[in-house]
């Protein structure tokens, strides 16, 4: 007799059923685990073993085989362990089938029967709502599987919690469905003196969900603003936290069971490998970009990243979704992240700084500064919505009381403008987007549409300063955030402006005459 046993095996954001079957039969004692599994899953023998061994059952002296079907699809991960312990039991009669034949089971077994928890519980209680089946996991994830919807939850703490429950002895609550606890407290804005411009970029930036850049001397603030554009966006809404929730799940960093309710905010260090940015490695993992998925991506140091790393972004901030092809694999996570970034003028980081005499020290002034920012291409430039200059601060605003908008008080303006532009999606039949920097083609030229002198200074803005058709359509996607801001229906010609004050202008180029 074959016990089945239903699990799954992951692919990106993707699930793919597993169908664990599980035989003894006679002849030489051994165990053996079939159906190209990775070493995790073939060291599952030793902790099914054990954990077995802790409930005083052994394993008979008979011929066992794990298939893992469909054999020729590579298994990976711990979450084995369980399914293929609950195939002994049945055939070992401990429990009947029948107990296991509606469920979807996944877990770590410990050596003394607990089970542990395993990554993408989530993922896979969604899948297993769609086929109509329940869930095995363990019971600190339960929480996290309750948010797929009626599908059964069992979530015991160990093994034999799992087998009382099937004999009637003691039968599992079904557990609540839990958010991740807000721990995490953001600076908050009053803090930064000075730096109003680079305040109003960073709202604007909020606003619009754009692409940020700041340039400026060391100690300028550039880290410090940047850190404080979480305290003043919006919290998640229950579709993004749980397209948010499924990645951090797949990638084992959904920690406590609970949804999340903040946006990600991701800062890897410039040492960043490009698969440790855009996922990849030997599971194919989701990166930072991916992790940071309705979030914000700081990239401080921006010229330190390795060159490859840094074009491999192009594409996600354009699709809002990575694809990762290897010759064993190729999947697809999203990533509709904000990339935040902050960079020196120069390698030495006081080119064109009146408050720092080290500037006139640099021998190579100004060479220096075009060969440190052309290590970005300009593609990449021009995929960057806000640039904004954050010189350093003065003595004047140093000694001042900091007197600025509180992060909650910004976070409100920021609140009712997103707020407009997800009315006027879904006015228009659009329940997909949610943001202004989501906007492109005919959609875009339908709700930014400038009137009268914002269209003829555009034009002539794009003439002079030979704009590429991406940054034609970026002042556009800023102009709409700009307007909305400011309540206005239509974009005019100060919208227009300012959006143009926010672009990069390539060396050679004039800026039209405002």
Same mark, same amino acid.
């Not at 084995?80 to 034949?101: C, H, K, Q, W, Y």
């Not at 549409?449 to 003829?456: F, K, L, Q, T």
């Given at each position: 007799?074959?016990a ?15 169908? !664990?079957? !599980? ?55 711990? %979450?084995? &362990?369980?399914?293929?312990? =609950?195939?002994?039991?049945?055939? #070992? @009669? ?22 542990s ?9 969604? %899948? ?18 309750a ?31 839990? /958010? #991740? ?9 009053? @803090?930064?003196?000075g ?23 060391p ?5 410090m ?20 929730? #499924? ?12 949804? $999340? ?6 800062d890897? %260090? ?25 979030? !914000?991506?700081? $990239? @401080? ?8 790393? /840094? ?28 990339l935040?970034?902050?960079?020196? *003028? ?15 020290t ?24 806000? %640039?904004?200059? +954050? ?5 004047? &605003? ?22 407009i ?19 492109d083609?005919?959609? /875009?030229?339908?709700?930014?549409? *400038? +009137?009268?002198?914002g269209? +003829? ?7 002079? #300063? ?7 359509h ?10 909305? /801001? ?9 919208h227009?402006?300012?959006? $143009? ?9 004039? =800026? +039209?005459?405002?």
């Amino acid at each position: 007799m074959v016990a089945r046993v239903n699990t799954v095996a992951f692919q990106g954001v993707d699930v793919l059923s597993i169908d !664990v079957q !599980v035989q003894m039969a006679s002849g030489i004692p051994a165990f053996s685990v079939v159906g190209l599994p990775d070493k995790a899953v073939a060291e599952s023998r030793e902790r099914v073993r054990s954990a077995l061994s802790a409930l005083g059952l052994a394993l008979p002296p008979r011929r066992i085989t794990v298939n893992l079907s469909p054999a020729d699809l590579a298994k990976e991960g711990s %979450h084995f &362990d369980l399914p293929i312990a =609950l195939g002994l039991l049945a055939t #070992m @009669d401990v429990i009947s089938r029948e107990n296991i034949e509606g469920f979807v089971a996944l877990g770590e077994l410990a050596l003394d029967g607990a089970i542990s928890p395993v990554a993408g519980v989530l993922p896979a209680a969604i %899948h297993a709502n769609a086929l109509g089946l329940g869930l095995i996991c363990p019971a600190s994830q339960g929480g996290e599987a309750a948010w797929a919807g009626e599908v059964q939850v069992l979530a015991p703490e160990t093994l034999l919690g799992l087998i009382n429950h099937f004999k009637g002895r003691s039968i599992l609550a079904a557990p609540e469905p839990k /958010l #991740m606890e807000d721990l995490i407290s953001y600076p908050d804005m009053a @803090d930064i003196k000075g730096q109003e411009s680079a305040k109003r970029a960073l709202e604007v930036a909020a606003a619009g969900g754009h692409n940020m850049l700041m340039v400026g001397p060391p100690g300028s603030g550039k880290s410090m603003l940047a850190s404080r554009l979480p305290g003043i966006l919006p919290p998640l809404d229950p579709t993004e936290a749980l397209a948010v929730s #499924m990645i951090h799940s797949v990638a084992g960093e959904l920690k406590n069971g609970g949804l $999340l309710k903040t946006r990600p905010y991701r800062d890897p %260090h410039h040492s960043a490998s490009m698969p440790s940015l855009v996922g990849g490695g030997l599971r194919v993992k989701p990166g930072e970009i991916s992790l940071a998925h309705h979030g !914000v991506l700081f $990239l @401080d140091e921006l010229p330190e990243f390795q060159r490859a790393a /840094l074009e491999a972004l192009r594409q996600p901030l354009e699709t809002g979704q990575t694809s990762i092809a290897r010759a064993n694999a190729h999947v697809t996570y999203p990533a509709r992240f904000q990339l935040i970034a902050a960079m020196n *003028p120069c390698r030495c980081g006081y080119l064109g700084d009146p408050l720092n005499d080290d500037a006139a020290t640099c021998n190579r002034a100004p060479k220096c500064g075009v060969d440190y920012q052309s290590k970005i291409s300009g593609p990449m430039f021009d995929r960057i919505d806000l %640039h904004v200059e +954050v010189p350093a601060v003065s003595a004047a &605003d140093l000694s001042r009381p900091a007197n600025s908008e509180s992060s909650a008080t910004i976070a409100k303006r920021v609140a009712q403008a997103r707020n407009i532009q997800r009315q006027r999606f879904l006015q228009i039949g659009n329940t997909e987007l949610r943001t202004n920097a989501e906007a492109d083609g005919n959609l /875009l030229e339908k709700i930014a549409a *400038p +009137v009268n002198e914002g269209r +003829v200074l555009l034009t002539e803005a794009t003439e002079k #300063m030979r704009l590429t058709a991406r940054g034609y359509h970026r002042i556009l996607r800023v102009a709409r955030t700009l307007a909305d /801001l400011d309540g206005y229906d239509e974009i005019g010609r100060v919208h227009i402006a300012e959006a $143009l004050a926010y672009r990069r202008v390539v060396p050679g180029r004039q =800026l +039209v005459n405002m």
